[in-house]
Structure formats: structure tokens, C-alpha cells
């Protein structure tokens, strides 16, 4: 549902009040404010991390880290949930590099992906008929890879939001974007040319 502008400032001068009384010593309300966010970053943590025990792991250590940090948010920089969701993305890629493993990475030439032609990568990556095919194509991405791709397709956040969670430039995350997309449709060729091995 969306809401209106005064509904949103009125909500976020009450979300800097609250912030304000727990800097002020009253802690118990932080479970209030952590309650508003959990589910938001449960499910932003759940698609790096599957194991339902894992994501709600990096879930507790995301807020008890925001907990810990509150007295260093600034709102002129950034919404508290964006900040809130900056802290679960590093925490998320903490988890996942500690007890994961990705598959193995193909090794992809910078000049075959500037090769690849764009109206190819987007027949390849818009092919329901390749879905399994690019469940597995991305998960052979770095973590932050993967963690782009959702934020940005899955969780349709806009560039800016991104770059703060990310702590990169929007013009590095576009050209990301585009070297992911066309990385995936040449790891889609592969799979497809191998059989589809698993």
C-alpha cells in the first residue's frame, strides 16, 4: 500500500524519536524499532543464506550490530532502514563466506563478454524455459555478485539505495549490472552445451 508523503515523514520523524529515546538509555525500545525491520531483513538475508537456522543467525547478529552501532547513524545519509539494511548485507556475505562455498567460478575473458551480443544476453536471461538453468548460473557468482542481482531485480531497490547498502558508486553498479547479466548468459551457454551436467 503505498503511502503518502506526509504519512512517511510523520512515520519518520516518530522512527527518530524513538531512536533518540533509546540513544537517551531507554534500550528495551530497540526491540519496538527491530521489530518494524526483522522480516525486511530475514528475507534480504534468506536469499544469499537458504538454511532458514542460518538466515535468522545473521538476522539476530544484523540487529544486535545495529544495536550496538545506533549511536553512529546519521539520517541526513540515509534512511534507518537503508542503514539497517547496509549492516544485514555485510553481515549476510560475512555468514555466507564463513560456511559456504560457491561453486566453482567459470573463468569468463573480459574480451568474450564484450563480445556477447546484448540482444543475446537478453533472449538467454528472459527464457523461462532456463529458469534451472539460471538458478544455476548464479549461484557460480561471487556472494556480492548474487547479492546485487536480488537487490536490485528481486528486491527492485532503487540504484541509489543500493549504493549506500553496497557502499559502492552507482556508476561501478550499473556497469556491474551489465557484466553480471552478460556473465550469466554465457555460464547459461555452457551448461546448456555440457548437457546440463550437475
Same mark, same amino acid.
Given at each position: 500500500?503505498?503511502?503518502?508523503?506526509?504519512?512517511?515523514?510523520?512515520?519518520?520523524?516518530?522512527?527518530?524519536?524513538?531512536? $533518540?529515546?533509546?540513544?537517551?538509555?531507554?534500550?528495551?525500545?530497540?526491540?519496538?524499532?527491530?521489530?518494524?525491520?526483522?522480516?525486511?531483513?530475514?528475507?534480504?538475508?534468506?536469499?544469499?543464506?537458504? @538454511?532458514?537456522?542460518?538466515?535468522?543467525?545473521?538476522?539476530?547478529?544484523?540487529?544486535?550490530?545495529?544495536?550496538?552501532?545506533? $549511536?553512529?547513524?546519521?539520517?541526513?545519509?540515509? $534512511?534507518?532502514?537503508?542503514?539497517?539494511?547496509?549492516?544485514?548485507?555485510?553481515?549476510?556475505?560475512?555468514?555466507?563466506?564463513?560456511?559456504?562455498?560457491?561453486?566453482?567460478?567459470?573463468?569468463?575473458?573480459?574480451?568474450?563478454?564484450?563480445?556477447?551480443?546484448?540482444?543475446?544476453?537478453?533472449?538467454?536471461?528472459?527464457?523461462?524455459?532456463?529458469?534451472?538453468?539460471?538458478?544455476?548460473?548464479?549461484?557460480?557468482?561471487?556472494?556480492?555478485?548474487?547479492?546485487?542481482?536480488?537487490?536490485?531485480?528481486?528486491?527492485?531497490?532503487?540504484?541509489?539505495?543500493?549504493?549506500?547498502?553496497?557502499?559502492?558508486?552507482? $556508476?561501478?553498479?550499473?556497469?556491474?549490472?551489465?557484466?553480471?547479466?552478460?556473465?550469466?548468459?554465457?555460464?547459461?551457454? @555452457?551448461?546448456?552445451?555440457?548437457? @546440463?551436467?550437475?
Amino acid at each position: 500500500m503505498e503511502t503518502t508523503t506526509g504519512n512517511t515523514s510523520k512515520a519518520r520523524e516518530d522512527e527518530m524519536l524513538l531512536i $533518540s529515546r533509546i540513544l537517551d538509555g531507554q534500550t528495551a525500545l530497540f526491540r519496538q524499532l527491530a521489530n518494524r525491520y526483522a522480516g525486511q531483513v530475514l528475507r534480504m538475508v534468506a536469499r544469499l543464506i537458504p @538454511s532458514p537456522e542460518e538466515a535468522e543467525e545473521a538476522t539476530q547478529d544484523t540487529l544486535v550490530e545495529a544495536f550496538q552501532s545506533l $549511536s553512529r547513524y546519521d539520517a541526513r545519509q540515509a $534512511s534507518f532502514r537503508t542503514w539497517l539494511m547496509r549492516i544485514a548485507y555485510h553481515t549476510a556475505l560475512k555468514h555466507y563466506r564463513q560456511k559456504h562455498r560457491s561453486l566453482p567460478m567459470m573463468e569468463v575473458e573480459q574480451q568474450r563478454l564484450d563480445a556477447f551480443p546484448d540482444d543475446e544476453t537478453d533472449a538467454l536471461l528472459d527464457d523461462t524455459d532456463r529458469v534451472e538453468l539460471m538458478e544455476r548460473a548464479i549461484e557460480t557468482l561471487k556472494p556480492d555478485d548474487q547479492m546485487l542481482l536480488n537487490l536490485y531485480y528481486f528486491d527492485n531497490r532503487p540504484m541509489r539505495e543500493i549504493a549506500i547498502i553496497t557502499e559502492r558508486e552507482e $556508476s561501478y553498479l550499473h556497469s556491474r549490472l551489465q557484466w553480471i547479466r552478460k556473465r550469466l548468459a554465457i555460464t547459461i551457454k @555452457s551448461l546448456e552445451r555440457n548437457g @546440463s551436467d550437475k
